[in-house]
């Protein structure tokens, strides 16, 4: 079934990811496959229904995707075993963690256009990625769970690391060598930064802090030190951002914090 | 670090799990560290405390572990992606789960004598083998969530799929060529059974009857099936085996259920 027939003007063409990625594909179809979104192919298939009655499956990128993340899962992995002898397995996790995440790989595919060549029909995923777009600009590297990442844009990674997978007979060193630039810059164990309610409870569990979230994350989650209010943060769309983003604030202020409660003062730090 | 001088005479030769393996490692280092349990590590430790002050990281399992995990995740849905071309990624993740959860590959290791092998200081480890293997002498297959399996039989399995990866310059089809012989019988389309928990939660559903669990799973589980007791079920250390064991009572006797509740009689299915 070919796709690219159908394409509008403002799609451009696909061989322009081969450039991209620095990669030929032998068989062009696994190409097509990774940027089809589901969307897209429904709108095909209803145009052709009437003519053949076959199985759709397997035309737009979600095996190919579910391949690339087991993929991507493995060159991580083995990149970081073998640069870091000593780490255990926990470590281990939280290191490959960062390196595909959502966010990491939403970021790969907008820093180097990936985004403009799928192929969809998802009228809202223009306003995600303008979102996304501006939500990043405060963190040029990783928010580390500030924002909200739209999944299609890492969906679009890892289907095409399926994709050049399963075209190059299954060849992981060539998946290596072709994402290993456009994940740069990778996290590496020095640079790996925890995300900020992860950071809290450790730091209020090291000082023997009591540590307390309030409220809701569609109008605002609290978060209390010592019953003192030390943060706030907000984010309609996901709880787990909104508790971040409170917790970074009590980050922010923790030094105020400690010296209130030091002082036994009964003033809130957060006005 | 040799820990070959320090066995026991009961521990059998490393060199026998190259030919049940079919495989033979070029540095038999890699071999020694899959088959080493950290409490076996930490005891030569001990012993070696007065001499050296350097790191022992990466001389015990987990960290093959890690590695061969991510392998087996990689060289199961490789396989599975091509062999089913049309099955989406639910039934894909499906079915690769069934071949790689902690039942199957302990299986595999007790097949294959691979236990026998396994340096480690922990006394219970036997006693829990020998409950397993009486376990599953009524399930010659897979019990689908009945049995409680020893996950270190199942690292086993895991640490030698990451030493013969790493071993083999990180040869996936090497890999796939070792160890789909050890993973036989594998579990196909035609041959997945889902767990019954979620068995009796689908017919239920389809059948528009109200489903129960009541009980705590240390004294015993019930099933209720609207408002009829249904089945029983227990299993001392593991709720999720206890809530199996309940619902696959319930599914055998869900005949008696259906015609119970058709003849609107109150009297319980269960004695």
Redesign the interface.
């Given at each position: 079934m070919s796709v690219a027939g159908a394409d509008p003007p403002d799609w451009p063409p696909l061989e322009e990811v081969e450039e991209i990625l620095g990669y030929s594909f032998a068989d062009k179809r696994w190409l097509e496959e990774a940027l089809t979104h589901a969307s897209f192919r429904r709108q095909q298939e209803e145009a052709a229904a009437a003519a053949a009655g076959t199985?759709g499956?397997?035309v737009s990128y979600?095996?190919l995707?579910?391949?690339g993340d087991?993929?991507l899962?493995?060159i991580v992995?083995?990149e970081q075993?073998f640069r870091y002898?000593?780490?255990?397995?926990g470590d281990?996790?939280r290191l490959r963690a960062a390196n595909v995440d959502t966010e990491k790989l939403a970021r790969a595919a907008l820093n180097h256009g990936l985004h403009r060549y799928l192929r969809h029909r998802k009228p809202q995923l223009g306003d995600q990625i303008e979102a996304f777009v501006e939500e990043i600009a405060e963190y040029p590297v990783h928010s580390n769970g500030l924002v909200n990442a739209p999944k299609t844009l890492a969906d679009i990674v890892e289907s095409l690391i399926g994709a050049v997978f399963?075209d190059s007979h299954?060849s992981?060193?060539t998946v290596w060598k072709v994402f290993k630039r456009l994940l740069e810059p990778i996290v590496e164990k020095e640079t790996l930064r925890v995300h900020p309610v992860t950071e809290l409870y450790e730091m209020c569990q090291k000082r023997k802090l009591r540590l307390e979230f309030k409220g809701s994350w569609k109008q605002g989650i609290d978060v209390y030190v010592n019953d003192q209010l030390a943060g706030r943060g907000n984010y309609e769309s996901k709880k787990e951002i909104a508790q971040n983003r409170a917790a970074k604030d009590a980050l922010d202020n923790l030094g105020k914090i400690v010296l209130l409660l030091e002082d036994g003062e009964d003033d809130q730090i957060v006005d």
């Open positions: 199985s499956g397997g979600e095996r995707e579910y391949m087991c993929v899962n493995l992995s083995r075993f002898p000593d780490l255990m397995p281990l996790t399963v299954c992981v060193d």
